[in-house]
């Protein structure tokens, strides 16, 4: 029989790795909800017509199709089926068959749900969301067709005390996880800036795409990629971003860009009051840059853009994953939807990745809010002690368990170390006699006679 495998890109995740997932949720769950944001969840499913149209054409071919149930294929109209499929066909031929998708990210599905509970909600509106996406990308190193990520958004509201909140969670979550970042800022009007160089919004969108790889292929391949995409005019203006980028400091990039004659206009001035403005904002600016070759790929943007990148010095060299944080402004998403003038402005934590880095530098153990307690039963006749004990200890807010049944203690010992349970409580005979319970410190090796009364009081986990 041959042996069950899983989907490419895909991954099962056993005890002592979820423990870990758990522990960095938790963290980012309590900096969330200390800043007023709520939970709220979306189903895995979407209209194919709610997610099409929002990511840019290479976001549309990553999305994920799920063929309609019943007897979908004899729904098909021949006539406007082609005689000879090619690649570019799809768009036509994908409506016949497929009308759901999985979600591509949680963006568009929020702005989706505020647009259906408007009504309801409370302006502006902060959420909190953390669930898994999908992706029909090519699966490598930090890449994967099923991740989760973990988002917060501010909806209606477009002051720039928004985007400072978002980053000053940045900070606090990577603090708290212990890993050095640098948060990457831009603004899309900067970028809008660029326009009359380009030649028209078609050309500024092919721009975006091509310089949102600079992270992949560096400068030259960018060079490159705006040749083949029939922009060699645009090359110049990207040598000089550069050149304004690799500028000691963010002001020095700011006047630097002030003084770029050929694209003085009101797009580049208020993305560099916006720029400016959000800087005194953040009591830390320590790990804050700006980054003017930072795009987002994304065609819904239209304000500010961050990314989060790791620069622990404690991740291996040879440890390269990209950016595990990202996001921006969207002041026009919920207008495709019917609701006009609703700013927001959101990011994303990529779980997947966060724990991808903390592993590489050794930075996530298991914390002890897992451990717990086994009762172990010398005889048969004592589980029924053993399950009251165990409940006790429960009601106090302690994990306990009970082992199933009496076989040789070693066994019994055996399992509560495999489980990383900090004490065994060991029930013979004499202790079941006198109401005691003979506790092992499964850490220390230390032993004692503990009252069962006194169980719930004597117990530390810290």
Avoid at 157 to 163: H, Q, Y
Wanted: glycine share 8%; with cysteine.
């Amino acid at each position: 029989m041959e042996k069950p495998s899983l989907p490419s890109g895909t991954r099962d995740f056993g005890p002592e790795i979820m423990k870990k997932r758990k522990f960095v949720l938790s963290v980012m769950e309590r900096v969330f909800r200390s800043h007023g944001f709520l939970p709220i969840e979306t189903p895995s499913l979407e209209n194919l017509k709610t997610l099409q149209g929002k990511y840019g054409d290479e976001g549309d071919q990553l999305l994920f199709k799920v063929l309609n149930s019943g007897e979908y294929f004899s729904k098909i109209k021949l006539e406007n089926w082609p005689q000879n499929p090619t690649d570019t066909d799809y768009k036509s031929m994908t409506p016949q068959i497929s009308d759901r998708g999985l979600r591509y990210d949680l963006t568009v599905p929020l702005a989706r749900f505020v647009v259906m509970n408007r009504d309801k909600l409370a302006f502006p509106f902060k959420r909190y969301q953390m669930q898994p996406v999908w992706r029909a990308d090519r699966p490598q190193k930090g890449r994967y067709r099923e991740f989760w990520q973990c988002d917060i958004d501010i909806v209606g509201s477009n002051s720039v005390v928004s985007e400072a909140e978002l980053v000053e969670c940045y900070q606090e979550v990577f603090a708290q996880l212990n890993l050095e970042v640098q948060i990457k800022i831009n603004h899309r009007l900067i970028l809008d800036a660029f326009l009359p160089l380009l030649g028209g919004r078609e050309q500024w969108n092919s721009f975006m795409v091509a310089i949102d790889k600079f992270d992949k292929i560096g400068q030259d391949g960018v060079s490159l990629e705006l040749e083949q995409r029939g922009l060699p005019h645009s090359i110049s203006a990207w040598n000089t971003l550069c050149e304004i980028a690799s500028l000691n400091n963010t002001e020095q990039k700011l006047q630097a860009l002030e003084q770029f004659s050929e694209i003085q206009n009101d797009s580049l001035t208020q993305g560099i009051a916006q720029v400016r403005e959000l800087l005194t904002l953040l009591p830390n600016q320590n790990n804050v840059f700006l980054d003017l070759r930072l795009a987002r790929g994304l065609s819904y943007y239209t304000g500010c853009v961050f990314e989060v990148v790791s620069n622990d010095p404690r991740i291996p060299s040879d440890f390269r994953i990209g950016s595990i944080g990202g996001g921006g402004r969207y002041d026009n998403l919920t207008g495709v939807f019917g609701l006009k003038d609703v700013p927001g402005v959101g990011v994303s934590f990529g779980l997947d990745r966060i724990l991808d880095t903390l592993e590489s530098a050794n930075l996530l153990e298991v914390n002890n809010e897992w451990a717990g307690v086994l009762i172990c039963c010398m005889e048969e006749d004592y589980l029924s002690t053993a399950a009251q004990i165990a409940r006790d200890l429960r009601n106090h807010n302690l994990i306990c368990e009970v082992y199933p049944g009496a076989p040789k203690l070693k066994k019994q010992l055996d399992y509560a170390n495999s489980k990383g349970c900090k004490y065994a409580l060991i029930l013979g005979e004499s202790e079941m006699q006198q109401q005691q319970a003979m506790v092992k410190n499964l850490e220390t090796g230390e032993q004692q006679l503990i009252d069962w009364s006194k169980l719930s009081h004597t117990l530390t986990f810290n």
